[in-house]
């Protein structure tokens, strides 16, 4: 038989990085949790008709389907058969499909328990989704989403926690150079009325996207074979490119959008993020205003971040916004507003990687490995194995007999902190070999004395 | 649009369920690692010839396929598809399937890392597993899984820590009443051979694996129809029935064995496993020897365990047991001995719902809940927030402006433990109300008395 192995895109996680992993992931439930968000968990599978429709056409072509169980053909027809149309026999074949994201199942379990929800509702969500992307470097097909959204309250206090959190969390994981880009979807509703392209947001919208990606040159050029005359996109740079503080940029935008509803609404709304953030003794410290961001063609309607560690080849590695229309895909009338963001735990992984971040004490396995010489003092060692353990050191032993050498490897490549060796002296003399596997060091002490110092 | 629904057999978990199921996950978790254990997780889409002809012919029908992205009918003939043969088509059109168990993957992982691997790895692995069955109450199409094993040693010492484990977790749990039943596969061998049938162990087995479920006069009859005679019948219940004290147990087989080497090797190794609980200094509570523990038809070589939770009508909620063979479907020829065990967590929860076990602490949230009456208390209540989670106190604010009694309201539908009420009067004075939300006492106490309290 060929060796085993993994469906293209998809990964396994073994101990050391799932000890990494689970750093990250902590420190971002702990800050979740401190914020008053509560966890939400949702199946892998969906039925189809929850999930096509809501992610574009590109996005349902993408979706992970379901091979229906037992004779799937059954109610297929010869000619439909014949047809050997894909695209409408995978409909008629699979009637389920993987999570895509984790905005939709959540929309969906908001219409499905409106009643029972207490609004406003604070959820977060760690959970797998699956998109069968073309896999490349950082780009799986199974890979981990970290969503945290707060629906029922418009309140802006609510985008100033998003601000708030993503700095707790960035403090815990040692991050420090790093900028929150702040927008408002009514600012760039705001610059399409300003040069005179209202009718044409959209567009206008797209192009403002990309130029992070193909740079000035070509945006001017994508918006010029859109219709966009010189005059237009003269105005238009001089906005984008306003420089200064957050302050300055709100006071300069606020003249030119004296004719724009829109615009005012989002800069006040902005204006009012930054007020909370006073309010919480909070300086606006990683926060910047920045015009050019605009976040694709997400379902965004009020404030959006986008988060950069700088310095670092890896895109945005947190970002959300606030929507207006969560549940009117699932035809809820009585639609509710939102304001949620997430973590992309694949890439914040890789900048840490990328900055050396990862304390050491994350790859610690066991706290201690007792080792012995034979039976006797394998014996003798499960017994203090068991008072390691009740002191609630994490503890384990050799289980064979085997030469102190290969114990000493094992402890070593598994990273655990301390060995205790135990010879027929140590047994003896209840004076144990406690020895620190960074370091080498090595002191006999007893047992109590080793307890206590590792407790 | 019609109200969205669940595909048949699977479940959201909303935050009261989810923060019981974190209380139980949490303390397996913390004892799995207290043991040495280091976590793994592996995809949800394994390849198809990863997961087929690993689970029996019933199995493999379980499993749910993936259909495979793109024109999947590209390679499929006319004559083909004319053939209307679900089975086979399947084989064709999907690549890819869910993961059905945790130990499969476990396998296709030591395979494809075996160099990378320190031995004896004991990983543990709480990951979602997903079967075609029908769903009915209690059986899901998707459900937790949370394995423990340790292979790469035959070493008895792992049976023992298996017992360790599960009264651990047990006691952690709050769970008091309840039986693991041990045995071991060369035990059944033995009395195979005692009765003359050892050519039809396996049939032997598979009845005996029965009793539970369809009790001793049914299971007679099975094997009268297989042939066994009624002395034969006679031995083999004189035998099933035998009572007593696990000491008394071992010695009475002990003299039906002398002349069955496999029988004689059970004996020894479940006395073993007996013996390292002494040199633990752990009694023997909970465990009872019994014979009639047979595990279906799985892979198991060795000893094999089942844990039930007495006069709670649910099944064993933890079982595993020890196989010689764990890398051999993957052509592995130098095969790892490894000893595992899992824990069936809806089970266990179903079990400690039923008991009424679940700590009430798991219920609450956030401990406060800030409230106010105005714009000015909202701010004013935002930075007193602030300390509030600088100290570490999980909380959060009413974000909206409503009436004292919604938001208090909504602290007791979200399980807040206390709600801080802030007046014009309360800010003014420094003394902010404390209400417990539980008991409905209320003091005024300052923000410095307040953390102090509650930290």
Request: overall charge negative.
């Amino acid at each position: 038989m060929e060796k085993p192995t993994l469906p293209k895109g998809t990964r396994d996680f073994g101990p050391a990085v799932m000890a990494k992993r689970h750093f990250i992931l902590e420190n971002i439930r702990q800050v979740f949790r401190n914020y008053g968000f509560q966890p939400l968990e949702t199946p892998a599978m969906e039925n189809l008709t929850t999930l096509t429709g809501k992610y574009g056409d590109e996005g349902d072509q993408l979706l992970f389907r379901i091979l229906n169980s037992g004779d799937f053909l059954k109610d297929i027809s010869n000619p439909e058969l014949q047809a050997r149309n894909s695209k409408l026999l995978s409909s008629q074949i699979a009637e389920k499909g993987l999570r895509y994201d984790l905005t939709v199942p959540f929309a969906r379990f908001v219409v499905m328990n409106r009643n029972e929800i207490s609004f406003p509702f604070r959820r977060y969500q760690i959970q797998p989704v699956w998109r069968a992307d073309r896999p490349q470097k950082g780009r799986y097909r199974e890979f981990l989403q970290c969503d945290a959204d707060v629906v029922g309250t418009d309140s802006l206090l609510c985008e100033a926690e998003i601000i708030l959190m993503i700095r707790e969390v960035f403090r815990e994981l040692g991050i420090l150079d790093y900028t929150i880009k702040v927008n408002h979807r009514g600012i760039l509703s705001g610059i399409a009325e300003a040069i005179g392209a209202a009718e044409n947001d959209t567009t206008l919208f797209v192009a403002i996207d990309k130029l992070d990606k193909i740079g000035e040159d070509k945006v001017k050029e994508e918006l010029r074979t859109k219709g966009f005359t010189e005059n237009r996109l003269a105005s238009l740079f001089e906005m984008l490119h306003v420089k200064g503080s957050t302050v300055n940029k709100l006071a300069l935008f606020s003249s030119r959008f004296s004719a724009s509803e829109k615009g005012s609404k989002g800069l006040r709304d902005l204006q009012e993020v930054l007020n909370y953030l006073t309010y919480y003794s909070a300086s606006d410290e990683h926060v910047e205003f920045d015009v050019t961001l605009a976040r694709g063609l997400s379902y965004y309607t009020g404030c959006i971040f986008e988060v950069k560690i700088n310095h670092v080849g890896i895109g945005s590695v947190s970002g959300g916004g606030r929507y207006d229309n969560l549940t009117k895909a699932f035809g809820d009338k009585d639609n509710l507003s939102g304001v949620g963001f997430s973590f992309g735990v694949d890439r914040l992984y890789d900048a840490m990687e990328e900055l050396d971040l990862f304390p050491r004490e994350t790859q610690i396995s066991s706290t201690v490995l007792v080792c012995h010489f034979d039976d006797e003092t394998l014996q003798y060692g499960f017994g203090v194995l068991a008072k390691l353990r009740a002191a609630g050191i994490s503890s384990e032993i050799y289980p064979d007999l085997a030469k102190i050498k290969r114990q000493l490897e094992y402890a070593n490549k598994k990273v655990v902190a301390f060995a205790l060796v135990i010879g027929s002296a140590e047994k003896e003399s209840g004076l144990l070999a406690l020895k620190n596997m960074a370091t080498g060091e090595q002191e006999k002490i007893t047992l109590e004395q080793i307890i206590s110092k590792l407790q």
